[in-house]
């Protein structure tokens, strides 16, 4: 890890020696990695200190990690994660809080907390997160950086710990797009469904209506530009149902797949967890077969919706969350509630599985708020270069 | 580790290979170790996640660790130590409550909290632990196990997690004790001030004052077993000055080191710690010269006066303790106000730096209570010594 680390973004693990290749595409640039992923020479605490003791050092480095260093970019070290990746505010009480580099007052946001500090405090050049219900999305937001939720499936999360297998993806954050579109190049394939160089702008009224005034107002200028760069947006309806069934079906798949991931390790280990964490998943154990087998239901229904509505160019332009970052020193009740109005507009990828791109276009209040692309399953490169437009654009 | 651990006492690290001597005078017995002392292929934990994750893995063993070892005896594990070993409640917020063997609905005591947990539920057949406040004398009281004190310096602490270096010990438990013994004799040399076979029992009537009505009325026929092998014991006053005066000159000397010792490591890690260990590593940044300087006078003076009150053949006999352990139910103000009032008798042995031996002699409420011998320094196996003739006249 960096000798200095003001933003305690990484876990100080001794240094391993983790080769990376002379020369390559990401030659210069140096990354963090969630420590939810094995790297060869260190251990993997996903952010609990059993974990962590049960661990061991890893002998094997995560295939998405390895094929940083092979072209040629350098790890700065593991970067802690919320406990379990089971929460998004960036506050885990066994490793800390780390800052939030656009905004010293308020959370970092999470899961991917350290991450996102360590690129938003420039002691990396970019770093790699994991999204399940929205743990790089929201911290992409909350600390003015680009970020992606990758088409699920699309980056190899092999080698490291599952937090909901069927909604976790591998995503990543930079500060500027380019940056952001080098690691693309490295980590994506190409798109296996390209989006034509004429897309089809859609701006989902329901979503829009889910954020503050003040936020939709901070991002109107941002929606211009996309506009002038995209045209014009259709205003669509993204909801199949209502926002309530679709966050419900989301928790209830999350839920059943995270106590299936972490049940054992409570019921062996009696893992000492922060508070929400806990009832978070004493919650998850609850989640029952009439409950879940309805929402993997829908969520085939949602899913098959929402690629009607995209079709082979529709793009949604959306907030990425309802509002900037809370406060650090806002209640523990007031950033579950922040968690919760957010989880309705986050979902939306997680339960579909597309991509969505999360760019920091816009401040309110001297904090970041992203606007965020939302493409069909396979588009995930051709979103990346329509931010780059944008970004050329200004 | 082993397989099983109901009492939640070992930290779960995968299993390292460590050698032990085929035969020797501990063979056939296994121990745990404290996560304080460093052993090859090991992390040392410390009770906290961010040392933890400092500390990677051991490439040497503690000396006193590999004593063992060579004397054959077989590691069964590293055991849960309260947070940087800082506390006697035998809770820690990252890594769990070990389990009391001996009254389950009550606390372990700590800092030893897992090695005392593990013994106690015959897990393994002794354990070490080190006591600078009374860290293996509150779990020995609380779980109903032989555990000592050594004289200050006399068993090494190299390769160890310092707390408070002028007050840490490294002592040990056992349930019986015979296999106190066998461990004493490979730990500790001959003793240099050795008791003469009429020893000189003393009652020090003001700390027995200290405990409560009841345990008194329990320990009493213990007391009188002690008296039938040892000797009338001569009531005695054992204070210099005052508890309380005792009490603070142990504190500032515990949180001026403590201080030097875990200061660096809050200042550049930030480390989220237990809120009573944080709060009394807070407190210990504040003490200040005109407060650790008249302590160390005191220390002095103190030592002398017991020294001069146990000449080379006195021994006190005194209750380990105030009470039986606190409920695990009971609230944290309940178990820190516990804390406060037992340091008064425990940092008798800590201020002078010589040997106290609690043996589990009585009961109160189903739950054990402690009986100690405190003896002039290096008087050490000759306490043990006592002890076995006393555990013999039953």
Known sequence: MPLYDPAHAFVPYPDAAVPHAATGPLTGLCFGVKDLFDIAGYPTGGGNPIVLALSGIKTRTAPTVQ???DAGARLAGKTVTDELAFSM???NVHFGAPLNGAAPDRISGGSSSGSAAAV???LCDFALGTDTGGSVRAPANHCGLYGLRPTHGRVSLEGALDL???LDTCGWFARDVQTFARVADVLLQPDTAPLPPQVRL???LDVWALSSPAAVAALEPALQRVQAVLGQAQPVQAQLDSFEAMYWAFRYIQGREAWMTDGPLLERYHPPLGAAVRQRLEWSRTVTDTQWVPATAFRQRFR???AALLGNDGVLVMPTMHD????????EEAVEDYRN????????AGLSGFPQLSMPLATRAGAPLGLSLLGPAGSDRSLIALAERIAASS
């Open 120 to 122: 938003s405090h420039g």
């Open 304 to 306: 098959a919706h929402l």
């Open 89 to 91: 505010t960036g506050n």
């Open 324 to 331: 900037i970052a809370p406060l650090r020193a806002d209640s």
């Open 202 to 204: 859609l701006r989902p």
């Open 67 to 69: 094929r940083l260093l």
């Open 164 to 166: 909901a297998p069927s």
């Open 341 to 348: 109005r957010s989880t309705e507009s986050l979902c939306m």
